[in-house]
Each structure stands twice: as structure tokens, then as C-alpha cells.
């Protein structure tokens, strides 16, 4: 059974969430590390509403740096079967054409190694 936490926005703590931000934008694009963290993403319009934009990951990489994830949907749906602490591998496999035009659709490839 694979537990996971997620911290609220007002529970995490800042001070790790580094502005790296994993977008890659070549099939083939790559990042391994740890995950230190899953929270919301959340952002201020112009309004002043906050708003989520769903989960994101904080990764550390070989190096030591935190890259924080981009709420794409197709690695939101990983987000359940990944916990704190789990090594993980991302790779951008495809990109789908957005039928309504702007920026295409990113599918990933994600590999999990729980420790077990």
C-alpha cells in the first residue's frame, strides 16, 4: 500500500521550492531524482484569486538541485502511485498537437522505484 502525503499550501515549506521548474520541451528530455516533496500548485490571478492548478512534485537530482514539476496532466495521473522519497525517472515521450491550437500536449514516460 503505498501512503502519500501532500501538504497544503500553507504547510510546505517555501524555502525548498526552488523557481527550477522542469518544462521540457524535446522529446527525449530527461529528469532523475528523489522526490522531496508533492504539493498544490497554487497561483494568484489577476484578481487576486488564488487558484490550483493541480500537483506538482519537488525532485532532487544527482547534482543536488530541486526542480519543481509543471502541473501537466499526464503527470498529475502518476501522482497517486508516487510518495515522498520514491527515485523516480521522467522522460517527455510524445507531443500531441492541441487541436485547438497553443501550446501541444505533453505525455510522459515515468518510472517509479519505490526502494522495494
Known amino acids: 500500500m503505498i501512503k502519500m502525503v501532500i501538504k497544503p ?12 521548474r522542469w518544462n521540457p520541451e524535446e522529446i527525449g528530455e530527461t529528469l532523475e531524482g528523489t522526490v522531496l ?15 490550483n492548478q493541480g500537483k506538482v512534485m519537488l ?26 522519497g520514491n527515485y523516480i525517472v521522467l522522460e ?8 485547438n491550437g497553443g501550446y501541444p500536449k505533453k505525455i510522459y514516460s515515468v518510472g517509479i522505484d519505490d526502494g522495494e
Open 92 to 99: 517527455l515521450i510524445e507531443l500531441q498537437e492541441n487541436p
Open 9 to 20: 499550501l500553507d504547510k510546505r515549506n517555501e524555502d525548498r521550492i526552488m523557481r527550477n
Open 59 to 84: 525532485i532532487e537530482d544527482a547534482d543536488g538541485e530541486a526542480w519543481e514539476t509543471k502541473p501537466h496532466v499526464d503527470l498529475r495521473e502518476y501522482i497517486p502511485q508516487i510518495q515522498i
Open 37 to 51: 516533496d508533492i504539493y498544490d500548485s497554487i497561483y494568484q490571478d489577476d484578481d487576486g484569486n488564488k487558484k
